[in-house]
């Protein structure tokens, strides 16, 4: 089993920045495939962001490419989420998934990982 727990969620005003975090624990052999997924009630978890174990190739939704950045640190299991000139319709609860496996044809899917954590909320005011 893997535990993910996310922090760093908040209140911001548009154009402002925020720094998500993903802690993973528990069977971290098993999260080669980490990414952020976002989502606002009544609707679709949406992908955000993605990458693989060794991070050489990220993948952003159209909507947060060029403003936000994804990376992760291996030795200390974290994923990250650097989110800059944030805008209202960013407001969502944000997820952090991990997935033993996986490829870059699934990599935006929500079906395709395993394990999640609770979310936390980004809320951006205009």
């Known amino acids: 089993q893997v535990q993910l727990v996310e922090s760093g969620g908040g209140l911001v005003q548009a154009g402002g920045s925020l720094r998500l975090s993903c802690a993973a624990s528990?069977?971290?052999?098993?999260?080669?495939?980490m990414g952020w997924f976002r989502q606002v009630p009544g609707k679709e978890r949406d992908f955000v962001a993605g990458?693989?174990?060794?991070?050489?190739?990220?993948f952003y939704a159209d909507s947060v490419k060029d403003r936000f950045t994804i990376s992760r640190n291996n030795e200390k299991s974290a994923l990250n989420l650097q989110m800059n000139n944030l805008k209202p319709e960013d407001t969502a609860v944000y997820y952090c998934?991990?997935?033993?496996?996986?490829?870059?044809?699934?990599?935006?899917?929500?079906?395709?990982?395993?394990?999640w954590g609770q979310g936390t909320q980004v809320t951006v005011s205009s």
């Open positions: 528990g069977r971290t052999s098993s999260t080669a495939f």
């Open positions: 990458l693989s174990f060794n991070g050489g190739r990220t």
């Open positions: 998934a991990a997935n033993p496996g996986g490829s870059t044809a699934t990599i935006r899917f929500s079906g395709m990982y395993k394990y």
